[in-house]
């Protein structure tokens, strides 16, 4: 019985593109791969930094009503 061969590139492609394409450097650990694809990534900075200033702006709000909050509650006589 004779077997086929796989199509040249099947298992064995270079990157995404398939035959000619370079392959994407990967790098060597989970986290870094994850911050360079989401956090730093220039497509998906605007929303990054949406999202920090809401989280800036949580905290800072959290941080005043700690302070001032007994000072802005006004006793009932």
Known sequence: MASRGMQPGF???KGPGGRGAPAR???G???V???QDEVFAPEKRPGNIVIA???IFFA???GLIRTLGPD???PIV
Do not use: D
Request: aromatic share 10%; charged share 5%.
């Open 25 to 27: 450097p990967q790098a």
């Open 33 to 35: 791969r994850f911050l």
């Open 60 to 62: 800072a709000s959290i």
């Open 72 to 74: 802005l509650l006004v």
């Open 29 to 31: 650990n989970s986290v």
């Open 11 to 13: 298992l064995n492609a």
């Open 53 to 55: 200033y809401g989280t």
